[in-house]
């Protein structure tokens, strides 16, 4: 049996949490991880509005054992090891209402990280990803950050990091193991979660992260059947999408949020306003009788 044919290995047990929390956390991350993980970064914060299940597709026994609240081993590849992972665990869904399924080459703060689902909840979002860093590898120029924006709405999210609202998760879980090697989901995503809003789908870029390495290196070393470009027009005549590969890129995003300074009336208005408010504040400071330090009588 092919690389490409052989099931993901099962996990030799449950999925362990090694503690109680003491808050219940809305947002969950799931990594592929690798043994050059870089999702240590991600969980480095004081704190975290997110839990953490590292699903681990390495040989070397079990080196993120306690880096998060789930830890499994399941050797495969990314999408068809994930489609088993939440059929065996479907009380994840039930759980958690946002879900970032992120390679484990990405490099991202706690901080970034919580405003990236800060912002997901805020803006109503089903199916988003972060943009990337201008120094990231990368596949599509439009995925890079757009400083200007604080998200653009895409009819297009990568399966490199895409974040899933429970009831787009819930609609594209299925697709997760008709491409081993995503190729294609892409495409499909917003297709299968479309319910006539598209500004529910949306690049944000005011939380990039960065992604550290060239495209599909440990994929396709670790399993080299893969063959993606059939996997993508396999997936795409399935779903009736064949055209979307070829003017899909020149139509992936359709609208953005964008940062806008106040006008500078409003600036001036604003400012006058503080000076008053500093006023005020020194007024009521010079009028009120001095209290005199404990232990001390006024002379």
């Known amino acids: 049996m092919s690389d490409e044919q052989r099931p993901c290995a099962p996990r030799p047990g449950p999925a362990t949490a090694p ?31 997110f839990d953490l299940f590292v699903s681990y597709y390495g040989s070397k026994g079990t080196p993120w054992l306690y880096d998060g609240e789930y830890h499994e081993h399941r050797p495969g590849p990314k999408w068809p090891c994930l489609a088993e992972l939440l059929a065996e665990q479907p009380e994840l869904i039930e759980r958690y209402d946002a879900f970032w399924l992120p390679d484990d080459d990405i490099s991202a703060s706690t901080e970034v990280i919580d405003r990236m689902f800060a912002l ?68 499909l995503w917003p297709h299968l979660c479309d319910d006539g809003r598209p500004e529910r789908f949306a690049i944000l870029d005011a939380t990039p992260v960065r992604h550290t390495r060239p495209l599909g290196g440990e994929l396709y070393r670790n399993n080299p059947a893969l063959d993606p470009r059939r996997d993508e027009q396999r997936l795409l005549e399935k779903y009736g999408l064949g055209a979307v590969r070829v003017t899909g890129k020149y139509e992936a995003v359709t609208s953005a949020v964008r940062r806008v300074g106040l006008p500078i009336s409003e600036q001036i208005w604003q400012g006058l306003r503080r000076l008053n408010a500093l006023r005020r504040e020194r007024r009521h400071r010079h009028s009120s009788p001095q209290t005199p330090p404990p232990g001390r009588n006024p002379s």
């Open 19 to 49: 503690g109680p929390r003491l808050r219940h956390r809305r947002n969950l991350i799931i990594v592929r991880a690798g043994d050059r993980s870089l999702h240590r970064e991600w969980t480095a914060g004081e704190d975290r509005d």
């Open 120 to 187: 997901f909840h805020g803006f109503g979002l089903a199916l988003a990803q972060p943009a990337l860093t201008r120094d990231s590898y990368y596949s599509w120029d439009f995925l890079l950050q757009r400083p200007e924006c604080v998200l653009r709405h895409t009819r297009f999210v990568e399966v490199m990091v895409p974040i899933f609202g429970r009831g787009a998760l819930r609609a594209c879980l299925p697709s997760f193991a008709e491409s081993h090697s995503g190729w294609g989901l892409d495409w």
